[in-house]
Every structure is written in C-alpha cells, then in structure tokens.
C-alpha cells in the first residue's frame, strides 16, 4: 500500500458520526436500487406491479395449451351454440372476479356426469390454474385461482366446444371471471378454493391478451390498465 496514512485517516473520518449516518444513507440508496433493478424484468413484461410475486409456471402435467389439434384415430365430439355479444361494459358487470394473471398449469382434462357449462349432462372440460398478478375487482390476495373451460381430450376421446377461450401456458392474460352458481356440481382442483373456481364471463369474449400494461380482446379493442381501473370502478359504484 503506497501511502498508508491517508488509509488510516480514511478510516478514523468514516468513524465520525455523521459521516457513519451519510454511508449508511449511502448504502441503503444502493440497495434499494439493486431490489427495483430485480423487478425490471417482471415490471417491463406486465406493464404492472402490484406487490404480488412474479408468478412461476408449474406446468404439473407436460400439457402446454388448451387448444386441440384432433389426432387420426381420435373420435371427434362437437358442441357448437350461439354467443351472445357483449361489450366491456357488461363483461363487468356479469363478473364477480376482474384480475390480470398468468397461466402456471394446465391441468388434465376431465369427464364429468353433472356441471356442463351449457346444462348439459357429462361432458368434457379442463381446468387451468391462473396465478394473478393484479387484482381489479372480486378478490384480494394472490391465491391462484382455477378457470374451468369445455372440452378436452381424454384417451383419445375430444370434445370440441365453440367459443370457449383458449389458454397457454406462461401467458398473461386480463379475465372477466364469474362463479357457478352451484360449486358442488364441480370437481375443483387440490389446492384451490372453492371461492376461487371460476367460469369465463362470455367465453372468448372474457379473455384479453394483456403486455405492456395494455389489454387487448378478441375484437380489437385495447384498454389501459389506468381506463380499466377507471371504468370498472365507475360501473360497479353505479350498479
């Protein structure tokens, strides 16, 4: 070490302190600085934070997304209605749940006797386990939630249903969620509760593509998280 005392007087001023009270200012400022560089990643993908852990895929079962491409040999079951419109504003209004999330599983399809989305007896859906990433409306922790959606493939048995909203896994999507009205009827996932078993509020309709902070839907309107939260608080005050 070339010049030993300045080292030694360094010291012996750092000691002082109001220089002890400045470096710790100091070292706090980078600290804090170094956990928001940490969120960037997280921040700049969603357009959003809201304190909530950036979610991880679990993918529990290999399945990838919700849409099915029929394989030779599959026996093919088609269930087609008529959807009804709706626009943003009655997507509120018929949700009980508003949330921003991310598909972290997709789980197996399953067969059913009772609790067909249509009323219909039997049948086959598949749930998907979304975790949330900003809540708007209808809930508030960050318990995952499960959105059942029609038709599925079970042992090369598929059912096709129009207009039911198709998921990926990773992907974040803006969902106007609503409760059966008899959760009983359902088989819920292990780990999710009751109260957080969801049905989409109009289908297609009820799922947006959400990056960046803006929400896009199936009929190319795109919303900002800021007229989201806006327009959802103005229509439920009123109704």
Do not use: H
């Not at 706090?28 to 600085?33: F, H, Q």
């Amino acid at each position: 070490m070339k010049n030993p005392s300045f080292w030694k007087k360094f010291v012996a001023w750092s000691m002082k302190p109001v220089w002890r009270v400045a470096i710790g200012i100091a070292v706090a400022i980078i600290i804090v600085g170094v956990a928001l560089a940490l969120r960037v990643s997280f921040v700049d993908k969603t357009g959003i934070t809201q304190g909530f852990p950036s979610p991880t895929v679990i993918n529990s079962t290999g399945i990838t997304t919700t849409k099915i491409t029929p394989q030779p040999g599959d026996r093919i079951e088609i269930s087609s209605g008529q959807l009804v419109p709706m626009d943003i504003d009655q997507l509120i209004l018929e949700s009980s749940c508003i949330l921003i999330g991310r598909v972290v599983d997709i789980l197996a399809s399953q067969e059913t006797a009772t609790g067909g989305n249509f009323g219909t007896q039997g049948g086959i859906y598949t749930n998907v386990i979304i975790q949330p990433i900003y809540n708007l409306y209808g809930k508030s922790d960050n318990e995952p939630v499960a959105v059942r959606i029609e038709g599925g493939r079970i042992d090369g048995l598929v059912t096709l249903v129009e207009d039911q909203p198709e998921f990926d896994l990773g992907e974040d999507s803006l969902l106007f969620l609503y409760r059966p009205d008899n959760t009983s009827a359902f088989i819920i996932p292990s780990g999710i509760r009751p109260s957080d078993y969801f049905l989409v509020t109009g289908l297609t309709q009820g799922k947006f593509t959400f990056k960046n902070g803006i929400a896009n839907s199936v009929t190319g309107e795109n919303f900002s998280l800021s007229d989201l939260e806006k327009k959802i608080k103005a229509i439920r005050t009123s109704n």
